[in-house]
């Protein structure tokens, strides 16, 4: 296996990465060829994965290899060594998208069932399921996270400052969550015993004593924490209904999910929204319309398109509503349009940058309702949302880093629980029942209650504390988020404290409002602060801080070190990606930035270097450090306009300062000699290459698709310069 695998495999993701990865792989892979570094690709796309779900369906030529497979198994191993792209966690009308595109490119793989009937439907349903939301990560996480950003970048943007927008103590902007009866309230949690482990179902029975088994096949191990808990859908409905009614005149009303990553019970939650914001328009038309709300208004749209009556009751009944936040304006796309559009970790730092405020239908700036359901994560913006408005707007050139440590390996908590998440059907109780008979947890519950069952392995809790407890030694400061109140936050506890006195060290536990406060105002002194997480706080505050203190979250390092001794790179966040490849097709300019791909190269050859001894590899890793310094110095990184610097020239100035590094360097004097006549190059042929760089800019530019592009075509658009083409190779 070891002499098989690569030395890098960078993964091919869906749209603005992907893209951008057209125009910088070639120079990784010419760069890394020199040093006798290998490296291949592997594809996570979505289009890739709904391909290979219909390997009988296909021609030779159409079949795709089962990539996400491969890396499954691979992370498992010491050779790991992965560079990993944001995907897409598609949602069902992100999912129906990729389909009739892959249709209209030839490839005849069935349509997504919306409503199976019959049992080839319901088969087909649940291949395609297995794409949705977070498909790739809990595969390919077999460890824990830490993220954080690196010297230079943050450094770069203290002297740089962003723009933020002004907190006061007048704004309008809260957080709302639901007073009761939700995934926090109902948690039970328990850590399973030597005589406890082993297999389990999930049972449902009916108040007619009707039993049905919900998931069978489940495996627990001794000291694996499982917890189960439920959302009331009457009690999400009142809360939703008292809020709208309890609107001030002037704020926006949002609601703020993750019907991506959460792809079982974040959508169901959005359709409670949308069918209770457009309750008058449903009681009249909803019989007639083959629609769900948990598709949004946007497929709503679609289907009265052509219906003058039905459209002009749309428009009454959004009008009689509080205004909605948008997601554009002047397209009229709301908040309710489509249920992966805003995304909570991407959404809820937006507005707290921009100082509590978001857009209207109007196109002006306007205080917003955040609707937050659940009170597990809420009280997170809720307290970033009151502390700005008692201290006024963050000063981001004396404020100090907030980096992460995360507990995800092995589909840690939430994120792992999708296919233990179920909307109930009916009355009734459901219960977690274990081979030795016992009943682990069991709630009464009522039809349309979403109900779910997460768990925490031993070995990555140990692991993700002792890492937690490296970076509190290196950061100075932090805590370990944890809420005591909390049914699982009070087994880990269990795990942690005696964790902390065997290694004789002083680390706060914090409930995550105290948290939050915390990290803030140390921060806020200059002090560089370490969060310790579960799962889904993993993945709002590597968002939230980064937004504040940076700008983007794009431009963070992320390093998962894998519990078998491999090492996967993240490179940051994909949130604002869909309207950056739209600017592509419109304009053809590209204003991704790539600088968290270089902070992970940087680091995977860092790694390569220490885990296999390639020397060459530290020597390049070193040259990709200096070069991205460079960069950001001298004001090399995309811009949002056309006219100005974007990823592809980005990319000449990385490749040229990349090239000057490694020709200046005395570590390895054959690589600076190969590299001496390419920098040169690079340098005396500038002019050219940023005209070819930008002869197309402002024209349309033919992808030959969004989910699945053309390869050639995407070629042509992302390396437009033949001159540097020729010198990169």
């Known amino acids: 296996m070891a002499q098989e695998t690569p030395d890098i495999i960078y993964t091919i993701v869906d749209e603005a990465p992907e893209l951008a990865r057209g125009s910088l792989l070639p ?25 290979a779900l219909f390997p009988d369906l296909l021609s030779d030529d159409q079949k795709v290899s089962d990539d996400l497979a491969e890396l499954g198994e691979l992370v498992k191993t010491p050779e790991a060594n992965v560079i990993k792209l944001p995907n897409v966690s598609a949602s069902v009308p992100q999912l129906e998208a990729a389909i009739k595109e892959l249709q209209g490119q030839g490839y005849p793989i069935p349509s997504y069932p919306a409503d199976p009937q019959t049992d080839a439907e319901k088969a087909i349903r649940a291949k395609y399921d297995t794409i949705k939301g977070s498909a790739v990560n809990p595969v390919l996480r077999e460890g824990n996270s830490d993220r954080r950003s690196a010297k230079a970048v943050k450094e770069y943007a203290k002297a740089n400052p962003h723009r933020m927008g002004k907190w006061t103590s007048a704004s309008k902007t809260t957080v709302a969550s639901m007073p009761g009866n939700d995934f926090f309230a109902n948690e039970k949690a328990a850590t399973i015993t030597a005589a406890q482990s082993g297999g389990a179902k999930i049972v449902f029975t009916a108040k007619d004593g009707t039993e049905t088994v919900l998931k069978s096949g489940l495996k627990y191990a001794e000291g694996e924490v499982v917890d189960a808990t439920f959302l009331s859908a009457k009690a999400l409905r009142a809360y939703i209904k008292a809020e709208i009614e309890s609107m001030e005149p002037g704020v926006l009303f949002s609601v703020h999910l993750k019907a991506t990553m959460m792809k079982v019970s974040d959508p169901i939650i959005f359709g409670h929204f949308v069918s209770v914001y457009l309750e008058d328009f449903i009681a009249k038309h909803g019989a007639s319309l083959d629609w769900n709300p948990n598709d949004g208004i946007g497929e709503l749209d679609k289907l009265i398109a052509d219906n003058a009556e039905m459209k ?36 809820m730092p937006a507005v707290i ?146 964790a902390l006195k065997a290694a004789g ?7 995550p409002r105290e948290a939050t406060r915390f990290s803030f105002v140390e921060m806020r002194k200059g002090k560089d602060v370490v969060t310790i997480t ?36 993240e490179t940051g966040a994909g949130g604002s990606a869909p309207k950056h490849v739209q600017q592509v097709i419109e304009e053809n300019h590209l204003r991704w930035d790539s600088l968290g791909e270089f902070c992970a190269l940087g680091e ?16 390049l890793a070193t040259a990709v450090e200096e070069a991205t310094q460079k960069l950001l110095l001298n004001g090399k990184s995309p811009e949002r306009k056309v006219g100005e610097n974007d990823n592809r020239s980005s990319h000449y100035w990385f490749a040229r300062y990349w090239a000057e590094a490694l020709a200046a360097q005395s570590t390895d004097a054959a690589l600076a000699a190969h590299f001496a006549p390419i920098a040169k190059e690079l340098v005396e042929k500038e002019e050219i290459i940023l005209d070819e760089l930008k002869i197309s800019e402002g024209e349309p530019a033919d992808l030959g698709g969004y989910y699945h592009a053309d390869p050639a075509k995407v070629a042509s658009v992302m390396r437009p310069s033949a001159t540097l083409n020729a010198i990169i190779g």
């Not at 120079?27 to 391909?51: H, K």
């Not at 978001?358 to 359901?373: F, L, R, S």
């Not at 060290?505 to 409930?511: E, G, L, N, S, V």
């Open 312 to 347: 002009a009751d749309l428009k009454a009944a959004l009008d009689a509503r509080p205004p909605l936040y948008m997601v554009n304006s002047d397209k009229g796309i709301t908040n309710l349009h489509v249920p992966s559009d805003v995304i909570i970790d991407a959404s």
């Open 27 to 51: 120079i990784i892979t010419s760069f890394s060829e020199a040093a006798g570094i290998n490296v291949e690709t592997r594809d996570i796309s979505v289009a890739a994965r709904i391909l």
């Open 534 to 569: 579960g799962n889904v706080l993993r993945d709002y505050l590597t968002d939230l801080f980064p937004i504040l203190e940076l700008g983007t979250s794009a431009k963070m390092l992320s390093i998962v070190k894998l519990m078998n001794g491999g090492g996967m790179f």
């Open 505 to 511: 060290k002083d680390i706060p536990i914090m409930a």
């Open 604 to 619: 995977s050859y860092a790694f390569l270097a220490a885990s296999r001894g390639k020397a060459k590899a530290a020597v």
């Open 353 to 498: 940058k921009a100082g509590g405020i978001g857009w209207g239908p109007d196109g002006k700036a306007a205080d917003t309702k955040c609707c937050i359901p659940d009170n597990s994560y809420a009280c997170v913006y809720d307290e970033t949302v009151e502390y700005f408005k008692e201290t006024g707007t963050l000063d981001v050139t004396t404020c100090g880093a907030v980096s992460n440590v995360g507990l995800m390996a092995q589909k840690a908590e939430e994120y792992g629980s999708h296919p233990t998440t179920f909307e109930m059907k009916a009355d009734g109780k459901v219960e977690i029942v274990l081979d030795n008979g016992d009943v682990l947890h069991s709630h009464a519950v009522e039809a349309g209650d979403i109900w779910r069952s997460c768990t925490a392995k031993k070995a990555p809790i140990l692991d993700w504390i002792q890492l937690g407890i490296e970076r509190f030694d290196a950061t100075g400061t932090g805590a370990f988020w944890l809420d005591a109140n909390r049914a699982h936050d009070a087994e880990l506890i269990k795990y942690v404290e005696p």
